[in-house]
T-cell receptor, first 113, second 112 residues
Framework: QKEVEQNSGPLSVPEGAIASLNCTYSDRGSQSFFWYRQYSGKSPELIMSIYSNGDKEDGRFTAQLNKASQYVSLLIRDSQPSDSATYLCAVLPGGSTLGRLYFGRGTQLTVWP | DADVTQTPRNRITKTGKRIMLECSQTKGHDRMYWYRQDPGLGLRLIYYSFDVKDINKGEISDGYSVSRQAQAKFSLSLESAIPNQTALYFC???????????FGAGTRLSVL
């Protein structure tokens, strides 16, 4: 069983702060890592992907990957109330399950004004 | 128009009824997926298909069946609905490498 673990939260931060979301995974051969944002009652939408160790920045979002520690994180700088959503970590393992994503249960983020 | 279209968007049915949820896509992707989402449990994979002749069970396939009628169409059936199948259902598609999945708007199903 390929596990993807996230802190369920909820995580609550004030507007303008940095929100830090964390994810660990069990399959050491995993190749690709994704963060999806899901507003209540809506479908998940991809916000970040990362494939190699280190940081990847896109606007206010930074994904960080450490394959040795089997850890991926998402930082949201200058958090806005519109960032309030559930964030899903997803992992694409290698091997025979290539092409099948494994999702964590999600972390609920609330940004208060 | 949405690239991944799910119908119906909402459905209320009774225990024991057979129902079908439909998904169609215009993205030209080979791979299609059906997920179920329950509060606190995240997304759980029901079935997935890597092409028209390939159907695979996910982690929670019991009580469900699927049909891949064409590259663009993937249907999910509940042969005899039960109340614990009440959930939000998502269809998704991805490219051949499965790197990025694109989700439909979801079908909210209630089984009474």
């Amino acid at each position: 069983q390929k596990e993807v673990e996230q802190n369920s939260g909820p995580l609550s931060v004030p507007e303008g702060a940095i929100a830090s979301l964390n994810c660990t995974y069990s399959d050491r051969g995993s190749q690709s890592f994704f963060w999806y944002r899901q507003y209540s009652g809506k479908s998940p939408e991809l916000i970040m992907s990362i494939y190699s160790n280190g940081d990847k920045e896109d606007g206010r979002f930074t994904a960080q990957l450490n394959k040795a520690s089997q850890y991926v994180s998402l930082l949201i700088r200058d958090s806005q109330p519109s960032d309030s959503a559930t964030y899903l970590c997803a992992v694409l393992p290698g091997g025979s399950t290539l092409g099948r994503l494994y999702f964590g249960r999600g972390t609920q983020l609330t940004v208060w004004p | 128009d949405a690239d991944v279209t799910q119908t119906p968007r909402n459905r209320i049915t009774k225990t024991g009824k057979r129902i079908m949820l439909e998904c169609s896509q215009t993205k030209g992707h080979d791979r299609m997926y059906w997920y179920r989402q329950d509060p606190g449990l995240g997304l759980r994979l029901i079935y997935y298909s890597f092409d028209v002749k390939d159907i695979n069970k996910g982690e929670i396939s019991d009580g469900y069946s699927v049909s891949r009628q064409a590259q663009a169409k993937f249907s999910l059936s509940l042969e005899s609905a039960i109340p614990n199948q009440t959930a939000l259902y998502f269809c998704a598609t991805s490219t051949l490498m499965g790197n990025i999945q694109y989700f439909g708007a979801g079908t909210r199903l209630s089984v009474l």
